[in-house]
């Protein structure tokens, strides 16, 4: 029984999986969007807000709080100012009825506040680096989309020969 097979290759568009590809796309666009705007309406607040790193910090002393950097430095000489004020203690080990319990306080709520925009800067920083991967691969699943295909045709004879029998 004699058979034959044929390849052949064609140009497939594989609809499914470019509008895969768009669609990756698209979502990786309005990640970068939303982390740039993130990034620089956290940064206005922050501008709005006129903190300076104190001279006696550790880095970027003198610089006006406008980032992760400046923030987390300032955030870092509050709590130095804090302890120096409350004789090294915290807010929790202060006695209830200590005048100090009030500074203690405000130092955590202020330094808390600049560490939430240093995690806020942190995301936005994250889902532009996620939009740029799902740009990426959205762009591989169009180009595979759109790879041509191997078809392969195999042709079976209509009718079969009988086997040969040996006597």
Known sequence: MATSTSTTTVPAYNSRVRLLGILVIVA????????????????????????????????LGGDEVDGPFSAY?????????????????????????????????????????????????????????LGIVLIVIGWALLTLGKAPVAVVQSVVPAEAEPAESSA
């Open 28 to 59: 990786g666009a309005i990640m970068i969007a939303a982390g740039v705007f993130t990034w620089f309406n956290v940064r206005g607040h922050l501008i709005d807000e006129k903190i300076t790193v104190s001279e006696d910090a550790e880095r």
């Open 73 to 129: 430095a300032e955030a870092e000489v509050i709590q130095k100012h804090a302890l120096e004020a409350t004789d090294g203690l915290t807010y929790a080990e202060l006695p209830r009825d200590s005048e100090l319990r009030q500074t203690a306080a405000t130092a955590s709520f202020l330094r808390a506040s600049l560490f939430t925009s240093v995690v806020s800067f942190g995301v936005a920083a994250m889902a532009v680096g």
